[in-house]
């Protein structure tokens, strides 16, 4: 679903030019890994952590609302201490 209609707003001063439109909305949401395994290559690497690139995204079940998709990780970002916001692009929904 495209919307069309809005003016692009502006988040954190940048232009925020979304496919679709988004509600804010808080449900409970669960992500279902399958066992896999991620191969990559560093681009660096230090005593505390490692910046790695994937050739492609990483993928789960993503459940919420009653509803099932198939979701790729797109983006991932510290908030608030011990807190991260995932950003997830539904691939395919799952159940109907």
């Known amino acids: 679903m495209k919307d069309t ?14 496919r679709a439109h988004r509600d804010e909305i808080a449900a409970e949401v669960e ?3 399958s066992e896999a395994t991620v191969q990559g290559t560093t681009a660096d ?7 790695m690139t994937i050739e492609d995204g990483i ?8 509803k099932r998709w198939r ?3 797109v983006r ?11 950003a ?6 799952l159940d109907g």
């Open 59 to 66: 993928e789960f079940e993503v459940r919420c609302d009653g």
């Open 31 to 33: 992500l279902v890994f």
């Open 5 to 18: 209609d809005q003016e692009p707003k502006r988040q954190g001063g940048q232009l925020d030019q979304r």
């Open 45 to 51: 690497l230090s005593e505390v952590g490692t910046l």
């Open 88 to 93: 997830i692009e539904f691939v395919e929904r």
């Open 76 to 86: 991932c970002q510290p908030v608030a201490q011990g807190r991260n916001a995932l």
């Open 71 to 73: 979701g790729r990780l």
